[in-house]
Nanobody, 115 residues
Framework: QVQLVESGGGLVQVGGSLRLSCAAS????????MGWYRQAAGKQREFVAE???????NYADSVKGRFTVSRDNAKNTVYLQMNSLKPEDTAVYYC?????????WGQGTQVTVFS
């Protein structure tokens, strides 16, 4: 079992910044990749960023250069630093731990970008 708890969402003006955190507990280890997805109202959930087990990072094209994913293995926590936020970044952001058997999801945290 893996438990994921996101935090750091909120309201922010266009061009502003937010940092999301996701604390993992349970059977989590350094070999797990951890990542972020988001789902806007009326749209499908989409990949945002991930921090893989070998230390590499991947980003959706829509957030490259604006978002940075990082990880603190000692705290089993993954972060998503979001800069230069746009209205289209408004969504519920979900932390995820993908495994072959199943993918674990957090409960999500709302990010709303207003102009």
């Amino acid at each position: 079992q893996v438990q994921l708890v996101e935090s750091g969402g909120g309201l922010v003006q266009v061009g502003g910044s937010l940092r999301l955190s996701c604390a993992a507990s349970g059977s989590i280890s350094g070999i797990d990749s951890m990542g972020w997805y988001r789902q806007a109202a009326g749209k499908q959930r989409e990949f945002v960023a991930e921090f893989t087990s070998d230390g590499s990072t991947n980003y959706a094209d829509s957030v490259k250069g604006r978002f940075t994913v990082s990880r603190d293995n000692a705290k089993n926590t993954v972060y998503l630093q979001m800069n230069s936020l746009k209205p289209e970044d408004t969504a519920v952001y979900y932390c995820t731990v993908p495994r072959i058997a199943r993918t674990w999801w957090g409960q999500g945290t709302q990010v709303t970008v207003f102009s």
